[in-house]
């Protein structure tokens, strides 16, 4: 995107980041993704009350909550998808700074977004995970309705349907909610967070 804004500079910190981790552990975006239903949001919420309830400090970015107001603006055609998870991106590079998890819930169908994220953190500060539920159970659920609409044709660009989505090629992990518990995937997901060296080992 074009920068802009003109007269600004970066203004680093005081506090280096070694100083950060030592007093508030390791920040990092745990970015999970999936088509509608597939279990994003309720994995991640899991995830997250794990976590804080284990002393880390940890955050959850919801794909619908975030529509309601920084990104209310937007709709759902490829571009306005695009902007949605730039701006999603740059927030989620804050909270990873704060040194908090960050655990973003979005369909984000496209790698070159998703890989746009993860080149703009530090190595190993980004986390895939692939919720890789089928279309066949994510439209059984439906939890919204929004299968039923959109091969209704009620909805335009709904992902899986009538808008494409890139599956992660080499993600940190991939769960299946379809075949796996959440508690297994809590798990499984906080494993791969100590084999990443986001959490300490036990």
Known sequence: MTQKSENI?????????EEREQQLGVGAVV???????SGKSTVARAVEAFLVREGHSAYV???DNLRFGLNQDLGFSAQDR??????VGEVAKLFAGANVILLAAFISPYQADRDRIRHSLPEGRFIEVHVSTSLEVC???DPKGLYDKALRGEINNFTGVSAPYEAPT???????????SLEESVAKTVVTLRQCGILPPV
């Open 170 to 180: 080499s993600p940190e992990l991939r769960l299946d909610t379809g075949t796996v």
């Open 9 to 17: 500079r970066w203004h680093g910190s005081n506090v280096t980041d």
């Open 82 to 87: 695009q902007e949605n998870i730039r701006r």
């Open 31 to 37: 970015w999970f993704t999936g088509l509608s239903g």
């Open 61 to 63: 970015l919801d794909g």
């Open 139 to 141: 439209a059984q659920r």
